[in-house]
Each structure stands twice: as structure tokens, then as C-alpha cells.
């Protein structure tokens, strides 16, 4: 089963209007952490966001916030105020809290191409 | 901002030929890793090292190998080129966290997008 669901292959957002991109997870653990990176058309990934699995608030991070639904195991992008910048690749991430060495590993799932018009 | 450099950023290269793709990091993190991503799609780890002389296979199967003999450097392999293996490889690293670490977060490269004819 995959780990990561983003259902979304890709995205259109108007400039200035916000946007959600949704994640989805697949884990037993209790302990994990959930990340965004954005992906530009350069190539690099940008670490965007990060959400505790124990984290009892909604991260914030300037015009990025996760919104967190534990119990329905999901973890969306919103993105506020869109820009053309803003346009690239995203991907969610998921680290397991196992003990043992797996916890090395972050989780990609498939990315979602968001594209900003003017 | 992140201190990892991959270099080189682009490379076309004829099959059978040996490559080294390098990859450093100027911010003393232990942990380092290599990820293979074809177009559009998501990150496949395939290896990472936990410091010098520590080197694991990840998730996805690879014919490249690596070295961590300094603590900034982790270099990747393919002894002979093959057209299956163009794509794009991305370095990584992180900071060790002897709990659970769930927070760590990695810093990535620019990546090498390798095209083997």
C-alpha cells in the first residue's frame, strides 16, 4: 500500500488566491513527521513545512500552512496568497517514528504540479 | 540556507562508460543520502550513510555504489552506464538525532540529471 497519496496529478490556482494540495497517510505508528518540499522546474527540493504527529496546532510556516486531520490521516498544503513563484512541483513526505534504523527514511509520495495564472 | 553541492549538474554520457556523481556538504551533518527520481514522478531512496564508513542500500535497487570516507563527502558510482539508468539523482543530509528523529529534515542538493546514450 502506498505510504503517501497525493491525489492530485496537478493543479490551476489564480495569482493571489490561496490553494490546497492534499496529502494523505498510511502508518501504525504513533510517532511520525509529515513534510512539504517544493520541487521548482530547476530541480531542487525546498523544505516548505513540517508536522509532528504529537503536534496539537496546525503548523504555520509565512504563506504555508499544514492542515492536519490525524484522525482521518491527512495533511494538506494550503497555500495562502498564491504567486506566480509559487508554481512547481510539491511533494509530501512522511518519516516513521520505528525504532531500530528504518526511521532514516523519508517517504515521497507521487507530487502535485501546481501551476499559478495570472 | 542549505550548504550541499552536487556537481555535475548535467552530464551526457555514452554506455559503458564509469561515472562518479559528487555530492558535499559543508554543514557537518552525519547522516547523508542519495535519491533517484525519474520525471514527474516521486523520490526513490537508494542509499544513505549514517557517517564515515557507514553505508546502506535504500528502498529501490541500485547498481551504483557509495563511499562516506569523510564526514562531508558522499559520492555515487556507476561503474557502467547504462541507458536504464538516466534520470535525475538528488544528494541529501540531515543532522543526527539519536531519538526518534521524525522531525529531521533533510537538505538537498541541486541534484545531477544524467542521461546515458
Known amino acids: 500500500a502506498q505510504k503517501i497519496t497525493q491525489t492530485q496529478p496537478g493543479m490551476f490556482v489564480q495569482e493571489k488566491e490561496a490553494v490546497t494540495l492534499d496529502c494523505t497517510y498510511d502508518t501504525s505508528d504513533q510517532s511520525y513527521g509529515l513534510f512539504w518540499y517544493k520541487q521548482p522546474s530547476s530541480g531542487e527540493m525546498i523544505f516548505l513545512i513540517y508536522q509532528g504527529s504529537y503536534d496539537e496546532q496546525n503548523a504555520t510556516e509565512g504563506r504555508y500552512s499544514l492542515n492536519f486531520q490525524k484522525a482521518r490521516k491527512s495533511a494538506n498544503l494550503v497555500i495562502s496568497a498564491s504567486q506566480l513563484g509559487d508554481s512547481a512541483m510539491y511533494f509530501c513526505a512522511m518519516r516513521e517514528g520505528k525504532s531500530g534504523g528504518s526511521n532514516y527514511k523519508l517517504t515521497f509520495g507521487k507530487g502535485t504540479l501546481l501551476t499559478v495564472n495570472p | 540556507e542549505a550548504d550541499i553541492y552536487q556537481t555535475p549538474r548535467y552530464l551526457v554520457i555514452g554506455t559503458g562508460k564509469k561515472i562518479t556523481l559528487e555530492c558535499s556538504q559543508t554543514m557537518g551533518h552525519d547522516k547523508m543520502y542519495w535519491y533517484q527520481q525519474d520525471p514527474g514522478m516521486e523520490l526513490h531512496l537508494i542509499h544513505y550513510?549514517?557517517?564515515?564508513?557507514?553505508?546502506e542500500k535504500g528502498d529501490l535497487s541500485s547498481e551504483s555504489t557509495v563511499s562516506r570516507i569523510r564526514t562531508e563527502h558522499f559520492p555515487l558510482t556507476l561503474e557502467s552506464a547504462r541507458p536504464s539508468h538516466t534520470s535525475q539523482y538528488l544528494c541529501?543530509?540531515?543532522?543526527?538525532?539519536?531519538?526518534?528523529?521524525?522531525?529531521?529534515?533533510?537538505?538537498f542538493g541541486s541534484g545531477t540529471q544524467l542521461s546515458v546514450l
Open positions: 541529501a543530509s540531515s543532522e543526527f538525532d539519536w531519538g526518534t528523529a521524525t522531525n529531521e529534515k533533510l537538505f
Open positions: 550513510s549514517y557517517g564515515v564508513n557507514s553505508t
